[in-house]
């Protein structure tokens, strides 16, 4: 609540008192900076179906673009609770095929289509991810073309506003440039049989944000991260007893970045903020998951700096100094 204060405070020049009836009666509409980096996390969870978490979607804001980074469960909801169109997503970023970064993609895709003001596409999808994703973008057009064809002739929706217009990308490099933004992909480590895997860099006037993607540790990302003021980084952690519990619990912490091996990547980076989203958090019934305190503990062992694990719906905006704030903000 004290930085959802000092937000309004410096924005509208308003006494706090005032704001607080204010913040009750307004819309949870967000103002983007006029300069440096937004960066709204969506969906901070993993395939579980938790209602906490929403699957992974990523959404920064910089100069005039809207840019979504990942398209997990749940994307449409969380972009309606900001105020945000889903025909307003300029771009979507792909970090790698596994479904949960991917089960809210046709619904993005389908209801920004519509004609209420949460949709209303006239232009094609901009999707920018690694060789293979057309493939992906094609099927999706095969087992929705009967709405589409019924909604073409019926509503008479722009033939346009439900093409995908694709850029495929095989190696490292920049993926986006325009207007002074630029989207760096990176491969990553996400284990031997998932691949392509990648994470990305933003860079905007001097800020940078990197989202790590789905890793596990990698020398490839802290090169890339160099110089970042905010990392973004996948966490996993499941208690001891949990190993014995299940053989595919190693199998699935294998595939993703424990604490202690994040902090050695937040120590070699020295961003501004650390932070986790996608958290990969093991339970059974005997086994509770490990909680946000130990998550810290554990990264504590090898980093030091300003570290915190993500929610739905925190907002950074990243100017000289980083600023969180909670939603409702
Ligand atoms: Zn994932
Ligand atoms: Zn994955």
């Given at each position: 609540m004290q930085a959802i204060q000092e937000q309004w405070n410096i924005k509208t020049g308003l006494a706090v008192t005032a704001l607080i009836v204010l913040a009750a009666a307004l819309p949870p509409q967000i103002v983007a900076q006029e300069q440096g980096i937004d960066v709204t996390l969506l969906g901070t969870g993993d395939p579980v179906p938790r209602v906490d978490r929403f699957g992974p979607a990523i959404l920064v804001e910089a100069g005039e673009y809207q840019l979504l980074f990942d398209a997990g469960r749940g994307v449409t909801q969380r972009l309606r609770q900001l105020e945000i169109s889903l025909s307003d997503i300029d771009a979507v970023f792909i970090t790698?095929?596994?479904s949960d970064h991917l089960s809210g993609l046709p619904d993005l895709w389908l209801t920004g289509w519509l004609p209420p003001p949460f949709g209303r596409r006239s232009q094609p999808m901009r999707m920018i991810g690694p060789d293979g994703l057309s493939e992906i973008l094609n099927g999706l057009r095969q087992a929705f073309d009967p709405d589409i064809q019924i909604r073409l002739v019926d509503?008479?929706?722009?033939?346009?506003?439900?093409e995908f217009d694709i850029r495929e990308y095989s190696?490292?490099?920049?993926?986006f440039d325009e207007e002074g933004v630029t989207v760096t992909a990176f491969a990553v480590d996400h284990g031997q049989y998932i691949k392509p895997s990648y994470g990305y860099r933003v860079d905007y006037e001097g800020r940078s944000v990197v989202l790590s993607g789905?890793?596990?540790?990698d020398e490839n990302l802290i090169q890339a991260a160099q110089g970042a003021d905010v990392v973004i980084h996948e966490v996993a952690a499941a208690r001891e007893e949990m190993l014995a519990f299940d053989d595919r619990i190693q199998l699935i912490l294998d595939h993703h970045t424990t604490p202690e091996e994040a902090g050695i990547v937040f120590d070699r980076v020295g961003p501004k903020l650390a932070l986790y989203s996608h958290l990969t958090l093991l339970s059974s019934p005997d086994s509770p998951e490990v909680t946000v305190e130990e998550l810290i503990q554990r990264t504590r062992t090898n980093y030091s700096g300003r570290l915190l694990v993500g929610e739905d719906l925190m907002r950074l905006e990243i100017g000289d100094s980083v600023s969180v704030y909670r939603f409702p903000y």
């Open positions: 790698h095929f596994h509503e008479q929706l722009p033939p346009q506003g439900i190696a490292d490099g920049i993926v789905d890793t596990r540790f």
